[in-house]
């Protein structure tokens, strides 16, 4: 495995294979991460991990400063899995000047859900994403459905500007209580990481309802929304709606269940296809 912290070395590194797959992150690995990279290695003949923070997909005053970055850790665990080349470059080298040119998602698609709560987030994701694309010009592209409004922002700008990059994604990892695996796990004490269990309990509590026949979302939604503010969560939002664009689905549309809530002063976020 090589590990590369220029463009230009990623590119030499690449040059002459003709099938690449890509797995973009943050570090902070967990086996959620590595699934991916799994998943990765069966549809390329290499396979590029990215490792970046970045800022531009940060709100002021959230996490960008105290995000976990632990690259040996994560060089480590994503040799064991054959990943082929790691791709960790410096912000200087991503960003060495501001990025003035950046890819701005539609509303109807970014301003909900995660984007009504984290303001700028998705142009953010989008604009490194296209820049990550661009830097290891990928056939294939792996995502986790735990981030499933961000798969679903990245399809839509894969097919609106016709890149040539097949998207794929990948079921998520959960820990042996049902917690999906998460970086940002790693901020909960130990009272918290217990109870941190009742978020995608509330998300299959509505998939369960809604499999069963229930039809009154709303009401399964602000009861779910309920049962965690008792209990000293602040949820940001728990939905159900349709897979392909997250809008209120009709009968018989395949859904998803989607949900945000912050435990003391970490935010989780999950989802749960129905
Ligand atoms: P991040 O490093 O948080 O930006 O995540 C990088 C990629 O890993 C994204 O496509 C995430 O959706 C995916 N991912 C994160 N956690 C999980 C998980 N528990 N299961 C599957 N995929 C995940």
């Not at 309920?226 to 549309?253: F, I, M």
Request: overall charge neutral; proline content about 6%; some cysteine.
């Amino acid at each position: 495995m090589h590990v590369v912290h220029t463009i230009a070395e990623l590119r030499a590194r690449l040059a002459g294979y003709r099938c690449v797959s890509f797995v973009p992150t943050m570090g902070s690995l967990h086996e959620g991460h590595l699934a991916l990279v799994h998943q990765a290695r069966t549809l390329g003949d290499v396979t590029v991990a990215s490792i970046f923070v970045n800022r531009l997909q940060f709100a002021p005053g959230e996490d960008f400063d105290t995000y976990p970055r632990t690259l040996e850790a994560d060089c480590v665990q994503l040799r064991a899995v054959g990943c082929g080349v790691v791709f960790a470059p410096s912000e200087r080298e991503l960003y060495p000047q501001a990025q003035g040119f950046t890819i701005q998602p539609p509303a109807e698609l970014a301003d909900i859900f995660e984007g009504e709560f984290r303001p700028g987030f998705f142009a953010g994701v989008c604009t490194v994403v296209q820049k990550l694309f661009g830097c290891v010009q990928p056939s294939v592209a792996v995502f986790g459905k735990k981030d499933y409004q961000q798969q679903m922002i990245v399809r839509r700008m894969v097919q609106q500007f016709a890149l040539p990059i097949e998207i794929v994604t990948v079921d998520t990892i959960r820990a042996a209580d049902g917690l999906a695996l998460s970086s940002r796990n790693a901020y909960l004490s130990p009272a918290e990481r217990r109870e941190a269990v009742q978020l995608p309990m509330a998300l299959a509590a509505i998939a369960s309802a809604l499999r069963s026949g229930e039809t009154d979302v709303p009401a399964l939604e602000s009861e779910a929304m309920q049962s965690l503010a008792v209990r000293g969560w602040r949820p940001d939002y728990l939905v159900a709606r349709r897979r392909s664009d997250l809008q209120p689905g009709r009968p018989g549309e395949a859904m998803v269940v989607l949900g945000a809530a912050r435990l003391g002063a970490t935010r989780l976020i999950d989802s749960v296809e129905v």
